[in-house]
């Protein structure tokens, strides 16, 4: 019974909600369907994801607190630049 799963009680699965600008699909993305580009400035940095409905893929511009979101949800993280 659900005794067997004590002490498994690691990382809860997090989902991002996300919408396609091109055939306006919503659905939920887990953290390893996203991916964090992180730039120099804020106009650099984005999360892009591959829509699960028509295959687009989707570039969005990824604000501080969105950067601290997926970040926090083990979204794969690449930089740009390197400091400097
Ligand atoms: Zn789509």
Request: contains cysteine; glycine residues 12%.
């Amino acid at each position: 019974m659900a005794v067997a799963f004590a002490g498994m009680k690691r990382a809860v699965d997090v989902v991002f909600r996300a919408g396609c600008p091109d055939c306006r699909a919503n659905f939920e993305l887990g953290a390893s369907a996203l991916r964090l580009a992180i730039g120099a400035t804020s106009n650099t940095t984005f999360y892009s994801f591959t829509c699960p409905e028509c295959g687009v893929a989707v570039r969005k511009p990824a604000g501080e607190r969105i950067v601290e979101l997926l970040t926090g949800g083990g979204v794969r993280t690449l930089r740009l630049h390197s400091a400097g």
